[in-house]
Nanobody, 126 residues
Framework: VQLQASGGGLVQAGGSLRLSCGAS????????MGWFRQAPGKERTFVAG????????DYADSVKGRFTISRDNAKNTVYLQMNSLKPEDTAVYFC????????????????????WGQGTLVTVSS
């Protein structure tokens, strides 16, 4: 699976962005998908994850109620709708695919994912 993230940019605090991650290959619908982010000088952290059919999701506490992950298996695309953005959301956002994850609790683990996209930068100004 090859992943291509897009949709990042500069937005004011309180604004919204929608990230997209397109996947090539036939493994997309057989993979759980996740979004992670990495702020300058910090480790990569979990943001949101979704199971294969979109029926189960998980979110980091810091984004619950503001971000929504979704997927369209017909389009091989996963989305991250980000609302009420805060300056602390500034980071490079990465999408990832995991073929061998079968429990929702594992969506938040970086080790659950075996394919990663290149990242898209989100900058939230105050």
């Amino acid at each position: 699976v090859q992943l291509q993230a897009s949709g990042g940019g500069l937005v004011q605090a309180g604004g919204s962005l929608r990230l997209s991650c397109g996947a090539s290959g036939r493994r997309f619908s057989g993979s759980v998908m996740g979004w992670f982010r990495q702020a300058p000088g910090k480790e990569r952290t979990f943001v949101a994850g979704i199971d294969r059919n979109g029926g189960s999701t998980d979110y980091a506490d810091s984004v619950k109620g503001r971000f929504t992950i979704s997927r369209d298996n017909a389009k091989n695309t996963v989305y991250l709708q980000m609302n009420s953005l805060k300056p602390e959301d500034t980071a490079v956002y990465f999408c990832a695919a995991g073929e061998f994850v079968y429990w929702v609790d594992f969506l938040k683990r970086t080790t659950s994912y075996n394919y990663w996209g290149q990242g898209t930068l989100v900058t939230v100004s105050s």
